[in-house]
């Protein structure tokens, strides 16, 4: 029987990333179109803590979870965490794998699928099961200016996936899970890198944002740091989290891993408002499926206003202030 394994992301905090169980309403779904695949999650964490997760495994419709615990794993590790993976994908021999296109598994998939000697689909916002069977995984390209569906030649077929890309299921999918632990033989492998700490961003950490209600992005529009301070401000008085585009990075305004888009995050919040970010389509692919969104821009043409439930045609450095004034009264 064909198998999906879907790789466990144990955050700093020491929970399961939410990608997890966004990829396992999908994997379900996938697997009926496989003659009900199984499907399986891999988890490698310190010793005890997979204890924790049970149940949310067993809610979320997988049919066997392979625990590799030991000490040396409190926090992740290339070498540690790919040794293991490939060991336990060599034995188990899944069909298809996906993991999360977080910091992590962007870091672990490739690792994973060079040593496996297999394809691997970054970055993809769309999978599928194909008429042959083979898993059709969809990914922007040419700037996203085209989508593009891609199979793999081999075994097993990687896939990453960004968060927020798939919803979680509505309700729990409930399983007998079987749970299979299994000894990582790690001792002899070298850790290139020790960790030291987590030393969190100016504005914001990339958790902060995926879970954001409101979100505030600043664009180039916004011009130099007093621009980006009024951004703040106003995000402050309205309890929102601070994000930006890539033009706004690469002057420097903003920390790369705020930049929401393409090369960026996907973010759905409630509500997303866009200030000096022209709307172009990069952009657009991360902050699109947000409930409502509201843009502020100078040029009355700009593309973002294609793309918002309320536009405001002006100048951000005049308007910022003027709503952190209103929201602070
Ligand atoms: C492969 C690839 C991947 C990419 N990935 C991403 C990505 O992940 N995220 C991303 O954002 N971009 C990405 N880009 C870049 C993207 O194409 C755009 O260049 C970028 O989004 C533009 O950023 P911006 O809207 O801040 O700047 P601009 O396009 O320069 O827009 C600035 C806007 O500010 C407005 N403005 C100017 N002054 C004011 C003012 N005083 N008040 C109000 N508005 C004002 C202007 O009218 C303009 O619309 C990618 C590009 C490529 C090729």
Redesign the pocket.
């Known amino acids: 029987m064909s198998n999906i394994m879907l790789y466990a992301e144990v955050t700093k905090e020491n929970y399961l990333h939410t990608v997890l169980f966004e990829l396992a309403n999908k994997a379900v779904e996938l697997s009926k179109k496989l003659d009900n695949a199984s499907v399986s999650a891999l988890l490698i964490c310190k010793t005890g803590l997979a204890e924790n997760f049970k149940e949310a495994f067993i809610n979320s419709g997988f049919d066997y979870v392979y625990i590799a615990e030991n000490n040396r794993l409190t926090h992740y590790s290339t070498e540690l965490y790919s040794k293991i993976a490939v060991d336990i994908i060599n034995d188990v021999k899944p069909d298809i794998i996906l993991i999360g296109a977080t910091t992590q598994g962007r870091d672990l998939a490739p690792r994973i699928s060079s040593s496996l000697h297999t394809g691997l689909t970054a970055d993809c916002i769309g999978l599928d099961i194909n008429e042959q069977g083979k898993l059709a995984a969809t990914r922007?390209t040419?700037?996203?200016k085209l989508m593009a569906t891609i199979l793999c030649k081999t075994l097993p077929q990687m896939a990453t996936v960004r968060p927020k890309v798939f919803k979680p299921a509505a309700e729990n999918i409930i399983k007998d899970t079987k749970f299979i632990y299994i000894k990582p033989e790690i001792d002899n492998i070298e850790k290139k890198v020790d960790f030291i700490e987590f030393v969190k961003g100016l504005n914001t950490s990339i958790n902060e944002l995926d879970s954001a209600n409101i979100i505030v992005a600043?664009?180039?529009?916004?011009?130099n740091e007093a621009?980006f301070e009024l951004l703040k401000n106003f995000a402050e008085s309205i309890g929102a989290c601070v994000a930006?585009?890539?033009?706004?990075?690469?002057?420097g305004l903003a920390p790369a891993d705020i930049?929401?888009?393409?090369?960026?995050?996907t973010v759905t919040p409630k509500l997303y408002i866009?200030?000096?970010?022209?709307?172009?389509?990069?952009?657009i692919?991360?902050m699109q499926d947000s409930d409502k969104i509201i843009a502020?821009?100078?040029?009355e043409k700009?593309?973002?206003f294609q793309h918002c439930d309320c536009g405001i045609v002006?100048?951000?450095?005049?308007?910022l202030p003027k709503l952190t004034e209103i929201f602070l009264k």
């Open positions: 922007p040419f700037g996203g600043g664009g180039k529009g916004l011009k621009g930006a585009s890539r033009g706004a990075v690469d002057m930049q929401i888009g393409q090369t960026g995050k866009a200030c000096g970010i022209s709307g172009a389509i990069q952009h692919v991360g502020i821009n100078i040029d700009a593309p973002i002006g100048d951000a450095f005049d308007i």
